[in-house]
Nanobody, 116 residues
Framework: QVQLVESGGGLVQPGGSLRLSCAAS????????MGWYRQAPGKQRELVAT???????NYADSVKGRFTISRDNAKNTVYLQMNSLKPEDTAVYYC??????????WGQGTQVTVSS
């Protein structure tokens, strides 16, 4: 059974930081490209950042320079370090695993709220 479990969300003031984690089980983590997505109320889910099996990263323009995605294959975990958070970063953040043959898995999401 494949599981992606996000953690680390919460309430933070503008300018603050959070670190999200996504722990994977039931898959050979190292052969999956991983990504973080987010969905704000009334909006479509959007890509935040991705990291390939080789460690190459890609970011949405809105988070470049503020967010950092990383992975630890020994711990089957992908991280999203979020700095200089803004109210517009408020959303449910989801972890996604992409494998071969278009196989993909999603986590259940973790809420991030940026507010004073």
């Amino acid at each position: 059974q494949v599981q992606l479990v996000e953690s680390g969300g919460g309430l933070v003031q503008p300018g603050g930081s959070l670190r999200l984690s996504c722990a994977a089980s039931g898959i050979t983590f190292s052969i999956y490209d991983m990504g973080w997505y987010r969905q704000a109320p009334g909006k479509q889910r959007e890509l935040v950042a991705t990291i390939t099996t080789a460690g190459s990263t890609n970011y949405a323009d809105s988070v470049k320079g503020r967010f950092t995605i990383s992975r630890d294959n020994a711990k089957n975990t992908v991280y999203l370090q979020m700095n200089s958070l803004k109210p517009e970063d408020t959303a449910v953040y989801y972890c996604k695993a992409n494998g071969v043959f278009a196989v993909e898995y999603w986590g259940q999401g973790t809420q991030v709220t940026v507010s004073s």
